[in-house]
């Protein structure tokens, strides 16, 4: 790694980090931990980076609608715009039917018209310390289509089958298996095949499973073999180069276990639809006709690291712009006549959150 | 704020005092205590069990760790650590560290159902072992068996609370007849219905001091990361007066420490 580099001065830069960087899809971040894009941009951005490689997301899911199939599509489509090995598990009899819904990038043109990069140069004066971590960001979007770290995705197109006709893609039913051996196995042999080789990794990797607990499968019943067989995967992932994404409807995981199962979570998500005609929360949030739902983080990987990471704002509306690429968006609250003043409860809210920005100083 | 007070303990262990320290006042009676760490899915409490870690390995004693890690593996913590000022790996190799990777050793023998057992009793083996070596070379050094998550035991053991309980009484053994101290972290909210609620109230009587993290009432902040609950139950030869104190106080998690501080005396 640096060795290969002769180091002139002690005050140079490790270089050595900048040679895992050229794993395609991999950003660098803080404490020597890496990301992988999740497939929606705002998503990374609110998560510091992206999902952290070696880490377990799971999603929440709502049990009424299938919001959180949107996150797994743009997270295994952004894998297969990086030819990252994928692994994809799921309830349906025919799990393989899931790479057609995968949604396609957009042309790079126009998905980037909300102007990210040129925005941030010139509206924003980073202090140089940090440059590096938005830096990185920056040359990789502009590097053009092929090597960008995350994708705008167009929802209304499929992703064509060229993408993932050649490339190593396993789709396993949890239909049939009375129990979870045969997917622990998958699951081995997946991270051992992009496990770290002397401790480089040489090739991100992506799990997705979806609805784990869900009834269809035979062992939803054995509350102990899921927790087992998290915590084992868990600790696959974290020894290799991977991420894995869970969604699981919390619902029907017995109460008794449902803390468990969102303690051994690194990075905890849920998301939420919205009723059609709720006329009360239409009061009280501008832009509700728009929404798709909501996004909540509980929780965000800390790997490496002691400090937890405090969020600006834990929820997010989804919507989609121009109806086809995912977006998320700080919930904005509509003025509530009477009490102006007294939206200091609500962590969700902007307003809320610039006004604590006051007492800083 | 006591300044006296924290002057003379800074001096006697050398260390940066602060609330906690002092709410957990083990200082003064050297190790031989049981802690109990409790934390929820909002706030970690693991960062009260990198202070012990550090506190344990601090240059100026002798002490020794055996570490039992089933949340995090040996890189996590080393690198949390080095940031706090004590390399691991140095200390592994001084014979002051010793790390029980569980997140791998119990994963193979999962399998079989009688294995269950086995896993925990070879586990227990082997912390008895250590201790046996590590109390032997010196005779006044003091051993920390550190768990980082007794959860995760649980479920490592297939859901036989009975099992962790009784490996747990089995470590407590070990108090008596080594002098070592327990530095234990375990979910709170976890144990809600009856059947489960032992593995979290007999530990909690057993122990010493009960610490508890917990997210602030009105939500996050990003200069108060929660509040700490010290429970000191105090020792038998203390005065009366002094024993079973609760404190309460807030903290903010840094990399390299920790913040903590009353309520409302931050500016």
Redesign the interface.
Known sequence: MASSRPRTSSFSRNISSAATSQIPGVKLGP??TSFLSSGIPDLDQILGGGFTLGSLVMIMEDPEAPHHMLLLRNFMSQGLMHKQPLLYASPERDPRGFLGTLPSPMASKEGKSHEQPADQDTNLRIAWQYKKYFGEQNSEVQRGGKAEYCNDFDLRKPLERHFYSGQRVDCISLRDSPNL?PLLERCSTFSAQISKSDGNITCAGRIAIQSLCSPQCDFSDK???M??FI??LK?MV??SGAVAVISFPPSLVS??FV??W???ADT?ISVKAIPDEDKELAKLLTGYQDMLGLLSV??VA???????A??EA?TFSMKLRKRRALVLECLNQAPVDGSSGSS??T?GSCSGSSK?GNHDF | MPTGKKKRKKSLRGMDNSLLEEAVGIADNRGRVVVVVEDC????G??VL?HFLKRSLHPDSSDVVVFIAFA??F??YD??LR?MGCNLTVQRKNQRFLFLDM??LE?PD??EREAREDGLLALYGEIEKAVEIYSSLEGSRTITIMIDDV??ME??A??SSNHVLDFLHYCYSLKEKYGCSFVTLN?E??Y??AN?LPLILQPEYLADVIIKAEPLA?????DV?GQLTVLNKGSACDLGGSSSKVRNFHFR???NNVDYFYPGTRT
């Open positions: 404490n020597g051996e509350d102990w073999d927790l087992s915590r084992s600790g974290r020894s109460p008794t803390k468990r969102l303690h051994l905890l509980h929780k800390r790997i490496n690291t002691q400090v937890p405090i969020l834990t200091y409860g962590s604590t | 899915v909002e706030t970690s693991a960062f990198h995090h593996p890189s996590h690198r949390i940031k997140l791998t994963c999962r399998n959860s995760l479920v490592a297939n859901g979910h909210d976890i809600s219905s489960t009105t939500g996050l902040a990003s990361h998690v840094k990399e």
